[in-house]
Every structure is written in structure tokens, then in C-alpha cells.
């Protein structure tokens, strides 16, 4: 799918959706909304029942590795359809969302918080796990304010990168009361990684505080074939893995391929399962690989989804 909608889209549109559970067609209101984090603009779609007496829970879907919010675009209709408010957004810096600005000449001089002029280029197609985590935080925060949402039956949905980053942030954010983590990959400890890496990641964190290394262009493949280049040094802080025993007041449910070929299950999605605290559940969908989960069990991972959020968020 292109990244993002085109800007002639109208702002609001209306999808009709089989509920199966309704066995009949639910309209679907899908519309814009612009969501500040850390002062850069993040592109969301909402999507929700057309028609709604009472604030609906809440579905927050993120997008994985070098994807974007348009590839969520049948799943947050589904979600919608089984009586959710749905915010699907791109992450600072992809997709549609404004990217965060660093100047590219001498700064001027000012220190009084006026207007400046300068030379800057945009931060685009960096994954930051710190950053892409603000980011999820910053969208609940905009999702409070929402009429039309239930602030009190609020639920993550991440996929494959996305699918830790979710851990991460209910582990901080008790608002979070379930989350869906598909095909997740949950970081590591500093200890676990190997030596020659982790000096790799102090190098380069040292050189770009000395102003010797810039952020990577858009569009570079640092890791296999996925487009967009890690920012090492924040993958030291980050270990989501660590965090799912401390989270007890959400309900987890791990997606698995049972042909996982981008990590070792046993050390992401297993083995968070097995360290998680409060209510949980892992499923394994046989015959897939990694990519399959966007593909022929698109459907199966959607529904399962659904049911554990239709069991944690609507029958509390």
C-alpha cells in the first residue's frame, strides 16, 4: 500500500464493515486527526461506528519496522466494526507524520525564545525506540481528550517492532489495561548483546554528540531488507523483555509464527509470555513465517485479537 492516504482524501469517509457477530453491515466512520508529540505532528486516522450512544474503548495500533499507518488500514476497520474507537497512527518521522527538525548550519544567535530562521533538514526513517515509544505515549495522552473514547478501557495493538514497544509503554502508562503483541520482537538486555555491538553503539553515540555522524538518509537498509536505519545507542536503553513481570495491571495477549525467521521466538514472544504477570495468553499460528501475519493469517490474527480485547476491555 502507498505510505499514508493521499492528501484528496476527504476528511471524513464512511466504510461498510461485516460484523459477523452482528451478521449485518456496520458503517464505519473513518476520518484525519493531527496529534502533537514532543512538538512534531503525528498523521492518525481514527476510525469508529458511525453511529455510538456512549464513549466507546479504546484500540491504539502501531506500525511495524519501516511500515506505516496505511497498511493498518483493513485492521482498524475491523476493529471498528467490532465497536471500537480506533486511532492508527504514523510514527514521527514516517508516513505521513511531520519528522523532527535539526539544524543543518550554524545556529542563530537568539536565546529568547522568538521565531528563528535557520537551515534544517528533517529526521526521517531513523527507528528510535526511545522516540517511537514517546510517540505511543503522546497518542494516549490525545486520546484522553476524545469524546467519542472510553478513557478507562484503553488497549495497545503493536505489530512485529511495534509489537514490543507495546510492552514497553503499558509497563509505564497503567491507562493501559490490555495489549495485542503480533509477531513481537522485545529487544535485549545490554548484557546479552554481543561486545563488538555494543562498542559499535557507544561509537557511534559518541560521535554523533560530537557532531561527527549524522542521522541516516530515508530509505536506508541497515538490517536485512527493512527499510529505515536503527539508532544503535537507544537500543542500549531498551529491553521490553525486562518489563512484562513488572506489568500487572494488563491483560497480554502474544502473537506468534510458528516459522519465525527475523528472531528466535523462544527469547521475544515465548519467552515474555512466560515472564508476563497478569492475565496472558500466547497463540502460535502454525505454518507462517514472519510476514504471513499481513497475509494468508491476516484474518486469524485480527480475530483473535478482537476477542481479547472484547474480553479485557468490554466485559470489565
Known sequence: MPNGWKAATLAVTTILVFCHAAANALEIEHRRADIISDGVRLNAHLFHPKASDSPLPVVIMSHGWGGTAAGLESQAAAFAGAGYFVVAFDYRGWGESDARLVLDGPAPQSG???HLSAQVREVREVIDPLEQAADIFNVIHWTMG????????????????SGGLVAYVAARDP?????????????????TIAAAE???AYTDSTRRARGQLPYPAPGTREIGNLRGAP????FLL?????DVQG?????????AAEREELFDNRKHPQLAFERAAGPKKYVVLPG??????????REQATRLAIEWFDLHLKNQ
Open 238 to 242: 531498551y529491553a521490553p523483555i525486562d
Open 247 to 255: 506489568t500487572k495491571h494488563c491483560a497480554m495477549l502474544f502473537i
Open 231 to 234: 539508532l544503535r545507542e537507544k
Open 112 to 114: 529568547t525564545g522568538e
Open 288 to 297: 507462517i513465517s514472519h510476514y504471513g501475519v499481513y497475509g494468508e493469517a
Open 175 to 191: 491507562r493501559v489495561r490490555a495489549f495485542v503483541s503480533q509477531v513481537g520482537y522485545f529487544g535485549q538486555p545490554v548484557a
Open 198 to 200: 555494543v562498542s559499535r
Open 146 to 161: 476524545e469524546p467519542m473514547a472510553d478513557k478507562d478501557r484503553l488497549g495497545l495493538w503493536g505489530t512485529s517492532f
